[in-house]
T-cell receptor, first 112, second 110 residues
Framework: AQSVTQPDIHITVSEGASLELRCNYS??????LFWYVQSPGQGLQLLLK??????LVQGIKGFEAEFKRSQSSFNLRKPSVHWSDAAEYFC??????????FGTGTSLTVIP | DTGVSQNPRHKITKRGQNVTFRCDPI?????LYWYRQTLGQGPEFLTY????????KSRLLSDRFSAERPKGSFSTLEIQRTEQGDSAMYLC????????FGDGTRLSIL
């Protein structure tokens, strides 16, 4: 069965610093991988997705993620964090059967 | 604007009552998903529609839960005889491997 692990429950970074959020997945074939962001009381917004091809994908709001098959990882990165990036971030894996599994999320705090 | 409208935003009800939530995609999408999210957790898959056909249901969707998408556009999720454990945020998503989510309906059971 597919699963997603986000090892970091909570991360704090200074504004302007770089960010990396970790995501590991378990899936038998090549997965579809996603990162979403959720602000308090809001729904999910898709940041980026990986289906195939180039393993480095660019998303909205300056985010990028790299698919590493050997490490079963799909980590999210941003070179310089803004205060407005404070939110909950979810990694998700999907399959061709249309099941879609989310990790437990990483809460990001940005300090001035 | 997420492209998906969910109503109501909040619902408070007594245990044992029935509740119904509605999801209205602003534009046409073949696929529509329902997820449940409890505090501090990621969303959990409940069910999925391809047009009006309900194609998959999670084991989380007990017989007290029913979902419909009668015309392949809006969808409703009904919970009968609500229990304390039903308290959660219910999210609707549309698009391939849901790309657009509504802001959810938060259900609180007294």
């Amino acid at each position: 069965a597919q699963s997603v692990t986000q090892p970091d429950i909570h991360i704090t970074v200074s504004e302007g610093a770089s960010l990396e959020l970790r995501c590991n997945y378990s899936y038998g074939a090549t997965p579809y991988l996603f990162w979403y962001v959720q602000s308090p009381g809001q729904g999910l917004q898709l940041l980026l997705k990986y289906f195939s091809g180039d393993t480095l994908v660019q998303g909205i709001k300056g985010f990028e993620a790299e698919f590493k098959r050997s490490q079963s990882s799909f980590n999210l990165r941003k070179p310089s964090v803004h205060w407005s990036d404070a939110a909950e971030y979810f990694c998700a894996v999907g399959d061709t059967g249309n099941q879609f599994y989310f990790g437990t999320g990483t809460s990001l705090t940005v300090i001035p | 604007d997420t492209g998906v409208s969910q109503n109501p935003r909040h619902k408070i009800t007594k245990r044992g009552q029935n509740v119904t939530f509605r999801c209205d995609p602003i534009s046409e999408h073949n696929r529509l998903y329902w997820y449940r999210q409890t505090l501090g957790q990621g969303p959990e898959f409940l069910t999925y529609f391809q047009n009006e056909a309900q194609l998959e249901k999670s084991r989380l969707l007990s017989d007290r839960f029913s979902a419909e998408r009668p015309k392949g556009s809006f969808s409703t999720l009904e919970i009968q005889r609500t229990e304390q454990g039903d308290s959660a945020m219910y999210l609707c998503g549309v698009g391939n491997q849901p790309q657009h989510f509504g802001d959810g309906t938060r259900l609180s059971i007294l």
